[in-house]
């Protein structure tokens, strides 16, 4: 379970306060929502280590989380676009997610494995500025698969889909995190996104969570 | 609570990168410091030479002058070639840009040489107007107006490749906007125009001048006698011809003087401008009198800087060649300044790509500016300053100047270089660490790995554009080399320079052809090899 308790930011720039207090479960995707600068990726930058909170806790099955840079937090994120180093390959972007020193044969095992998780098999050797808004999203995903971190955060991450790679790109989270056990938070505005996802909602309102 | 460490910053934590930029500044700061150092202590051990004093105003008047003049007549040039190139389409177009993008690195030797082969006593016009009218045509191509020729061919090419880029750069929809608005061509260079490339101008302005003002291989083939010296040339005379330390001592501290106000006065205006624009298409081609004149204009541009390089490359393969390579000098030159452009490109790109994946790593403005600083040190202290600090520096660790030359030359030819590259590595490195910060940070890439699979595949071409001009530089340096150079060691531009004094033209004109054929092929052939060796990588 990912806990937030009072989990405090002032933004430097931008008036605003937050604090933030959810809990996130295995397994299932919680949903937040709200208008854009309400604070959404302030939350997942919280979460990811990107940003410094001025108070309380985040916890992960009770292990605390704050005192870790966001390279050793068990995390991974997904964002809107430019989740892919666009000058690499397909296979060359999913191995960037296994530790250096890996076996080439074991990590073109693992990254044909992961692409046939995602659906995408075969494009391993595709440049990722030839792929669809939706592919890249799949081919993040398998990158996403490999690191096997518990928590996934996706942050609006179907907003650049058209209609039929986005309930695609849906299902394959839901599945994924089922299938994987994983503590997937995401933030979005679209409320169909939410509706086809959420096990649990959260609504921001001034610089607060309020489940829905 | 516990906190880690620089967890709110988007830039990986890279504490080597950090340390190497850092380390490259306490170098260079060192080696400066050494070569002030050096020039000062001489100066009060040195005695004065008994023979008349030097006329310090006339020389910075003079020095002030060309600069001023050469910066103005540089911008004017390249604002009409820019404008002409942005609105003309037509065949070898992109030749015509690669040939003024190609003046940065065009040796200022090799330009004074081809300008004296069309306008000198013996050259084309003159044999033409001969042939026409049997009488010589008096062009004063010594002195202050051949002197400003070859600085505005040089300069005012490379101005207009900026000012191209930032007028290619004008986004499509304000063009569109415009093009509806039907704005005829004095408006649209107003509306449109102006405010793209206003901007640039002072930054371009800063660096122009600061060439021209430490310009010296132009002024020494061009001047034309003690009239229209400069700073640098007289400190190369006072070392070499006059044997008087004391007076290049005394000109070395108002050289660095004089540089050091142009270079803060620079910084105010804001960064140096890199060439390396991208040149994107666009078709809104203005109509009538404009047009005309855009043709004339590019007409006289292609025209005035063609031609000479067009002269030596006809000369120099002329009947020349052949006896220039019996020499044994000539291939020991070769070979010399061939190692020494290589050793200095290989010493540039470490400096550059060190400083600036540094600054990189960095969000601290203060450290940011700091490890930005010594990119600038040729500017304030050029070459012909430099390599008298450390000529004074070996000999007074009573080490021969002789054994130190080749060391002291491809370090000095590295920080000749070090501006521009790192101009030119700079900004895209920050563009990933500020665009791929979080990326590269939540994916725990380690600093090697962020290098070979992300930075190296993206820049390759960047990097290889940084050999090549620095490669280019050292070819065709003259500063340096001609306060350290000895009868047994001498790069190609030396020996031009000493095939003139003994009135072997032919040669001078073959070595010309030479080292402008290396320098277009260094040009072309090196950006295309790092970036297709890149790509392989990616």
């Known amino acids: 379970?990912?806990?937030?308790?009072?989990?405090?930011?002032?933004?430097?720039?931008?008036?605003?306060?937050?604090?933030?207090?959810?809990?996130?479960?295995?397994g299932e995707v919680t949903a937040v929502s709200?208008?854009?600068?309400?604070?959404?990726?302030?939350?997942?930058?919280?979460?990811?280590?990107?940003?410094?909170?001025?108070?309380?806790?985040?916890?992960?099955?009770?292990?605390?989380?704050?005192?870790?840079?966001?390279?050793?937090?068990?995390v991974s994120i997904l964002f809107q676009s430019e989740s892919l180093f666009?000058?690499?390959?397909?296979?060359?972007?999913?191995?960037?997610?296994?530790?250096?020193?890996?076996?080439?044969?074991?990590?073109?095992?693992?990254?044909?494995?992961?692409?046939?998780?995602?659906?995408?098999?075969?494009?391993?050797?595709?440049?990722?500025?030839?792929?669809?808004?939706?592919?890249?999203?799949?081919?993040?995903?398998?990158?996403?698969?490999?690191?096997?971190?518990p928590v996934l955060l996706l942050d609006e991450p179907f907003s650049a889909l058209d209609d039929d790679s986005r309930a695609a790109t849906r299902t394959l989270v839901r599945s994924l995190t089922e299938a994987h056990h994983w503590i997937t938070v995401l933030v979005?505005?679209?409320?169909?996104?939410?509706?086809?996802?959420?096990?649990?909602?959260?609504?921001?309102?001034?610089?607060?969570?309020?489940?829905? | 609570m516990k906190r880690s460490r620089r967890s709110n910053s988007p830039l990986p934590p890279r504490p080597l990168r950090l340390v190497g930029g850092v380390g490259v500044v306490a170098a260079i700061a060192g080696l400066v410091a050494l070569v002030l150092w050096s020039i000062a202590a001489a100066a009060s051990a040195e005695p004065a030479a008994a023979r008349a004093p030097i006329d310090v105003r006339h020389l910075l008047a003079m020095t002030s002058i060309q600069a001023g003049l050469t910066t103005v007549l540089s911008l004017l040039v390249g604002t009409a070639l820019a404008w002409a190139l942005n609105r003309l389409r037509f065949p070898g177009r992109e030749l015509a840009?690669?040939?003024?993008?190609?003046?940065?690195v065009t040796p200022g030797i090799v330009v004074a040489f081809g300008l004296l082969a069309v306008w000198g006593r013996s050259g084309w016009v003159n044999a033409a107007w001969q042939a026409l009218f049997g009488a010589p045509l008096d062009v004063p191509i010594f002195g202050l107006g051949g002197i400003l020729a070859a600085h505005v061919i040089l300069d005012g090419a490379f101005a207009a490749r900026v000012l191209l880029g930032r007028l290619d750069g004008i986004p499509v929809a304000r063009l569109k906007t415009g093009q509806s608005l039907a704005?005829?061509?004095?408006?649209?260079?107003?509306?449109?125009?102006?405010?793209?490339?206003?901007?640039?101008?002072?930054?371009?302005?800063?660096?122009?001048?600061?060439?021209?003002?430490?310009?010296?291989?132009?002024?020494?083939?061009?001047?034309?006698?003690?009239?229209?010296?400069?700073?640098?040339?007289?400190?190369?005379?006072?070392?070499?011809?006059?044997?008087?330390?004391?007076?290049?001592?005394?000109?070395?501290?108002?050289?660095?003087?004089?540089?050091?106000?142009?270079?803060?006065?620079?910084?105010?205006?804001?960064?140096?401008?890199?060439?390396?624009?991208?040149?994107?298409?666009?078709?809104?081609?203005?109509?009538?009198?404009?047009?005309?004149?855009?043709?004339?204009v590019l007409g006289l541009g292609v025209f005035g800087f063609a031609l000479p390089l067009g002269a030596i490359l006809v000369d120099g393969f002329g009947a020349g060649l052949g006896a220039l390579l019996q020499r044994p000098t000539f291939w020991r030159s070769a070979a010399a300044s061939l190692v020494i452009a290589s050793l200095s490109a290989a010493l540039t790109l470490l400096l550059a790509f060190t400083l600036s994946l540094g600054r990189a790593a960095s969000d601290s403005p203060a450290l940011r500016t700091g490890i930005g600083v010594p990119s600038y040190t040729y500017l304030a202290v050029p070459a012909v300053v430099l390599a008298l600090g450390l000529f004074l520096f070996v000999r007074h660790l009573g080490i021969s100047p002789d054994a130190a030359a080749p060391a002291v030359v491809v370090i000095a030819n590295a920080l000749l270089a070090l501006p521009f590259a790192v101009a030119t590595l700079g900004p895209p490195l920050d563009a990933i660490a500020l665009g791929r910060g979080r990326l590269i940070r939540s994916l725990a890439l380690g600093g090697w790995r962020q290098f070979t699979d992300v930075e190296w595949p993206l820049?390759?071409?960047?990097?290889?554009?940084?050999?090549?001009?620095?490669?280019?530089?050292?070819?065709?340096?003259?500063?340096?080399?001609?306060?350290?150079?000895?009868?047994?060691?001498?790069?190609?531009?030396?020996?031009?320079?000493?095939?003139?004094?003994?009135?072997?033209?032919?040669?001078?004109?073959?070595?010309a052809a030479i080292m402008l054929t290396l320098t277009i092929l260094a040009f072309v052939a090196i950006p295309r090899l790092f970036g297709a060796v890149a790509h392989a990588r990616a």
């Open chain 1, 1 to 26: 379970m990912l806990v937030l308790e009072d989990l405090a930011y002032a933004h430097p720039v931008r008036w605003g306060s937050y604090s933030f207090t959810m809990s996130a479960a295995a």
């Open chain 1, 34 to 74: 709200g208008p854009s600068g309400s604070g959404k990726s302030t939350l997942l930058d919280l979460i990811a280590g990107f940003l410094d909170p001025t108070g309380g806790r985040l916890t992960l099955d009770g292990r605390d989380l704050l005192p870790l840079p966001p390279e050793t937090r068990p």
């Open chain 1, 86 to 149: 666009e000058h690499l390959t397909a296979a060359h972007n999913i191995a960037l997610g296994l530790p250096p020193g890996t076996s080439r044969a074991e990590v073109a095992h693992k990254v044909a494995t992961a692409l046939e998780e995602v659906g995408l098999p075969g494009v391993g050797n595709q440049r990722a500025d030839t792929l669809s808004g939706g592919q890249k999203q799949r081919v993040a995903l398998a990158r996403t698969l490999l690191r096997n971190r």
């Open chain 1, 188 to 212: 979005s505005h679209h409320q169909d996104d939410i509706a086809a996802l959420a096990a649990r909602r959260y609504q921001i309102a001034a610089g607060r969570l309020l489940l829905a």
């Open chain 2, 97 to 104: 840009v690669g040939l003024f993008a190609s003046a940065i």
């Open chain 2, 183 to 296: 704005l005829p061509a004095w408006r649209r260079f107003a509306v449109l125009d102006w405010p793209a490339i206003r901007g640039t101008l002072p930054g371009l302005a800063a660096i122009i001048f600061l060439l021209a003002f430490t310009s010296f291989p132009i002024v020494l083939l061009l001047g034309g006698g003690p009239a229209n010296q400069t700073l640098e040339v007289a400190i190369y005379t006072a070392v070499r011809l006059d044997f008087d330390l004391h007076g290049a001592v005394l000109l070395a501290l108002v050289q660095i003087g004089a540089c050091s106000v142009v270079v803060l006065a620079a910084a105010a205006f804001g960064h140096v401008p890199s060439s390396l624009g991208p040149v994107r298409q666009q078709r809104w081609a203005d109509r009538g009198w404009a047009r005309l004149a855009q043709w004339l």
């Open chain 2, 459 to 511: 820049v390759g071409r960047e990097a290889g554009l940084v050999v090549a001009l620095a490669f280019c530089f050292s070819l065709g340096d003259l500063g340096v080399i001609a306060l350290f150079g000895t009868q047994d060691f001498a790069t190609l531009p030396l020996l031009m320079v000493r095939s003139l004094g003994a009135y072997r033209t032919n040669d001078a004109a073959a070595i």
